[in-house]
Every structure is written in structure tokens, then in C-alpha cells.
């Protein structure tokens, strides 16, 4: 796709445009960038900023229907709309944010990085338009030494846009992302080691670093160019606390830095977390790293986009406690008058403080430290753990753990024998859970926002896990439905589901055929799963 920027902008308007924005208050950054959008003659990408992703049957979208969405939450959620966007903490309580995680120098760096990235954007468009090295070197200013790597940068960045390669996109994203520390140190005078510091903490961005579009440039160049966004990793981690949560952890972490393009709820974060709308995005942003790790939270996922009726449904599940947080938890906040308004990840405990990671915190995914105590915290939820909170007691007699867990074990179990690259030689059902080719690409839709082929399934064991995790979750919660509540029947029910395709069918003894293959029968394959699962 080609994103030249069509019409004729004088270079000389955006040799103004950069003077201007030098004097610009900081607050004033966004609004600034907004007034230079509304002054260039854009193709066509603007209009899809906050729009639903393109080609995709509306119904098809992880937010399908706003009227699917539970009233009180859709309440809560409206009338957080019409406020101000990135209301929880106030410039004054932001800078003081920074500098108790980061350190004294952050506030006036972060301040000098919001500036970098919007002179670098207005030299961006100068390179899309056909500007030189030496206007961009003009627009950057020719003071800082920092000046022509971040312009080399950044015409690298122009040249990949044109090619409409994603890989290379984000490839000179990156660049350009590592190009603006430098400059920014030098435009605030601070030391470079602990301007790195600064980056890879509060941006995740560094030497080595994978890229997910964190930055300042991405949410931008997304809103130029439909290049779509790089998978994100999944995984595990060992340790006490919940699985569920140090794994959404490990998504949230590949997260800090996306922010919005102009500080109106758009950009990557609409896009990614948000199915496309502009909305305030801190619950969806947790709901969406709970779907990564494979462990979706309980209840409708568009309803979920409301911090209160998140909270509410942790409290019913009996997943809400006030006692000490352990990473992965999902943390709450509170206004003045005690009403639920925000939501992080908490990441660590230490020395006094809880550290989090947290979507619309600064228009952006970062990281966020609070002392323990501290009356802005409402309390915690725990997803998934075993020993205090997972609300599917252990059936008697059967082994402790987190149900969803065991679930997968037995279903993965039976059919593969925990073999990723396992292939069915009658179906061609592929990896871990034997899944059929033909449902790949709309149940990786489901569960990661976005689909993927057969052929990259295959030989991706992490993207496996989280779609096998999320389909069975489903198919488990489905079954408690259906039977009353009975785990060892909801255990049946899903296997049966992940047989034949219905749960209804779990007492079924007729052999089954596919093929020129024999297979035992639904009850059979059941009764085998429900055995692994309590074993």
C-alpha cells in the first residue's frame, strides 16, 4: 500500500509546524498533532482510526454487538465515555507517578519524549511528501547531535511505509522508536544510561528488544497504513501465583509503550484491545491479556470494557480479595467517592510499593508504582489460582489445581499426547488438541483477535495453546451451564464438544468412523478425558 501523501503540503508549512510545537506545552502535544492532521491531505487512513478492522464480518469481532453487551455495564461504560479521556491521575499526579517508579529524572524526560515523537511525526509526513535528509534535518533541529541518526531513522521508516511490508514497517519502527532517545536526552539534558533505563522500563523498547508497536510513532503509522499488528507472545512462568495471571502478565508486559495517536481512546489501542472503538480501554486492555494467556475472564467480553461491572462480576465469582497482591493479579481502582474507575496488572511487590502495568494510564500501557495501602487501590481479583481462588472446587477425590488447567492436560492428553506437531492422517487435524484445519482461522480469531493459517498453527506451540485453552474454557463454562453445575457432567460435556462437535451427544456408544479411520465412541472419549482430568 502506498501511504504518499497525496495533494501538496509547502515543506515550509511543516518547517512551522516544528517551531510551533517546540513552544507548545506539553498537555497541548496531542491537540497540536490533531490540528496538523486536519491541514494534510490524507488518501484515505484517518477515516479507519476508531472504525472496526476492515473485511471482517461485523458479527465475526471479538466486541460483535454493542446491544450484547450487559445493560449495567453499558451504562457505566457511556458515561465514561463523555469524560475527559485519562482522567485517573492528573498531570501533577502523573509527573509524581513517574518519578517514584522511575526516578526523579523521568517526569522531564517523558515530557521530552511526548515533544520527540511529535516533531518526529511532523518529520515523518515531511518524508512521505518527498522531503530530503536536509529538511528533515531542518524539522529536527540542527543542535542536537542526535539529529541526523533520528532523521536517517525516519526516512528509512518513510521508504518501508511506501513498500507496505509489515515486517519491514516494524522493523524501521523500531529504529525510528530507538532513534528518538537519543534526541530526547539531548533536548532534556539528561544522562543517556539513564534515559535507556527510562525506555526499556517504561516502553519496553531496547537493544534486542521484540517490537509490538510500542513508541510513540506506531499508533501513528498504524493510522496512515492498514499493516496490521505483529503477534504477541504467550507462555508460561512457574511460580505461587496464578498461572492465568503471570501468563496474561507476560502479555501485558509485550504491551508497554502502545499508545494512542492523538489521546482520544484511537489508534493501536482502539484497534487492538478495543475491536475497534474509541473508548476508554484500561478494562479492555486487562480482558484482552487475560484472552492472550488463554484464560479469558469470566462473562461477556464487551461488558468487561466497564471497570465497575468488572469488578462486580471478580466479587461474584468470588475471585475479589483485599489481602496482598501477587503479579498477575488484576488490581482496582477508585475515584474521590469510592466508585470503581480504573484496572491494572499488577507486576511486582517490592520494597513498600506495588508496581503495575496499566492501559489509559497517559494515553498509554505503562508501568505504575503505588504504595502499599495506598487508598486510590480498591482491592485485587485472582484468575485461575488453584489454592485460593479458583471458584470450580476440586471434584472429592480428586486432585486440587485450577480446572481449566486440568482440562486442557486431559484434553491435549488424550489427543495428542501433548504433541504439538501432531498430525491426524484421516482428518489432518493439527497439534496439541487435534484441531480441524477448516476452524482454525475463525477460532483464532476468537481467541487472539485476529486470524491465522493452518500452516502457522502448526508450527506455532504458543498460538496452539492459547486457542485450544480458550475454545475448552468455553466448552467447560458452556457444560456447567448445561449441567446444572455438575463438573464431573461439565468435563463430559466439553469433551464430547471437542470430539463431535456437540456436548449433548457425551453418552453417545456408537463407534465412530472418520474417513478410513475407527474411533472409540463419545462416551467412551469422555469417560477417558474425565479419568486424565481427576487423576
Known amino acids: 500500500m502506498n501511504v504518499r501523501i497525496q495533494g501538496s503540503v509547502a515543506l515550509d508549512a511543516y518547517f512551522q509546524f516544528a517551531a510551533e510545537l517546540s513552544s507548545a506545552e506539553p498537555l497541548a502535544v496531542h491537540a497540536y498533532l490533531e490540528q496538523i492532521y486536519a491541514q494534510l491531505p490524507f488518501p484515505d487512513p484517518v477515516a479507519r482510526v476508531g472504525q472496526a478492522p476492515t473485511g471482517v464480518p461485523l458479527r465475526n469481532t471479538e466486541f460483535a454487538l454493542q446491544a450484547a453487551m450487559d445493560p449495567r455495564a453499558l451504562a457505566t461504560l457511556s ?54 535528509m536536509e529538511d528533515l534535518l531542518r524539522i529536527l533541529g540542527n543542535n542536537n547531535p542526535a539529529s541526523a541518526p533520528f532523521a536517517k531513522a525516519i526516512m528509512q521508516l518513510a521508504q518501508a511505509m511506501q513498500t507496505g511490508d509489515p515486517n519491514a514497517i516494524f522493523s524501521a519502527l523500531q529504529g525510528a522508536e530507538q532513534g528518538a532517545l537519543p534526541y530526547a536526552a539531548g533536548e532534556a539534558a539528561i544522562d543517556m544510561a539513564l534515559a535507556q533505563d527510562f525506555l526499556r522500563r517504561q516502553f519496553g523498547i531496547g537493544p534486542g528488544a521484540p517490537y509490538y508497536g510500542q513508541g ?39 504491551q508497554v509503550g502502545v499508545r494512542e495517536a492523538s489521546g482520544s481512546n484511537d489508534g493501536l489501542p482502539a484497534q487492538r484491545y478495543c475491536g475497534g472503538r474509541n473508548e476508554a480501554w484500561c478494562g479492555n486492555f486487562v480482558s484482552w491479556a487475560f484472552r492472550q494467556a488463554g484464560h479469558p475472564l469470566p462473562g461477556n467480553q464487551r461488558s468487561l470494557a466497564s471497570v465497575a461491572h468488572m469488578q462486580n ?212 472419549y469422555s469417560d477417558q478425558v474425565l479419568r486424565r482430568y481427576l487423576a
Open 79 to 132: 458515561a465514561m465515555a463523555r469524560m475527559p479521556t485519562d482522567q485517573f491521575l492528573s498531570p501533577a499526579e502523573l509527573d509524581q507517578n513517574l518519578a517514584a517508579t522511575f526516578g526523579a529524572h523521568a517526569p522531564i524526560l517523558n515530557q521530552s519524549l511526548e515533544k520527540t515523537y511529535a516533531v518526529g511525526l511532523i518529520a515523518l509526513f515531511a518524508a512521505l511528501q518527498g522531503g530530503s
Open 216 to 254: 510513540g510513532l506506531s499508533s501513528h503509522v498504524d493510522r496512515m497504513c492498514s499493516c496490521g499488528s505483529p503477534e504477541v507472545p504467550s507462555g508460561s512462568f512457574n511460580g505461587p501465583a496464578s498461572q492465568a495471571g503471570l501468563n496474561a502478565l507476560r502479555a501485558a508486559q509485550s
Open 313 to 524: 462480576v471478580m466479587q461474584r465469582e468470588g475471585r475479589f480479595h483485599t489481602g496482598t497482591p501477587q503479579p498477575g493479579d488484576i488490581v482496582f481502582f477508585k475515584d474521590s467517592s469510592g466508585q470503581a474507575c480504573h484496572v491494572g496488572i499488577v507486576e511486582s511487590v517490592s520494597n513498600g510499593r506495588i508496581n503495575t502495568i496499566e492501559g489509559n494510564s497517559g494515553n498509554q500501557v505503562a508501568r505504575r508504582s503505588y504504595p502499599i495501602g495506598s487508598d486510590r487501590i480498591s482491592g485485587f481479583a485472582r484468575v485461575g489460582n488453584a489454592s485460593a481462588s479458583d471458584v470450580r472446587a476440586p471434584v472429592s477425590g480428586g486432585r486440587t489445581g485450577g480446572g481449566a488447567d486440568r482440562l486442557f492436560s486431559a484434553i491435549t492428553g488424550q489427543e495428542s499426547g501433548g504433541n504439538h506437531n501432531a498430525v491426524n492422517q484421516h482428518s489432518g487435524a493439527l497439534g496439541i488438541g487435534q484441531v480441524m484445519p477448516a476452524n482454525i482461522r475463525s477460532w483464532s480469531k476468537e481467541a487472539l483477535g485476529y486470524e491465522i493459517s493452518p500452516e502457522t498453527f502448526a508450527a506455532r506451540p504458543d498460538l496452539q495453546n492459547q486457542i485450544v485453552r480458550f475454545k475448552l474454557d468455553q466448552y467447560y463454562r458452556e457444560g456447567m451451564r448445561v449441567c446444572g453445575g455438575d463438573e464431573r457432567e461439565a468435563v463430559r460435556y466439553a469433551a464430547a464438544k471437542w470430539y463431535s462437535g456437540d456436548g449433548n451427544k457425551r453418552n453417545n456408544t456408537r463407534p465412530q468412523t472418520y474417513g478410513s479411520g475407527s474411533y472409540p465412541s463419545i462416551a467412551h
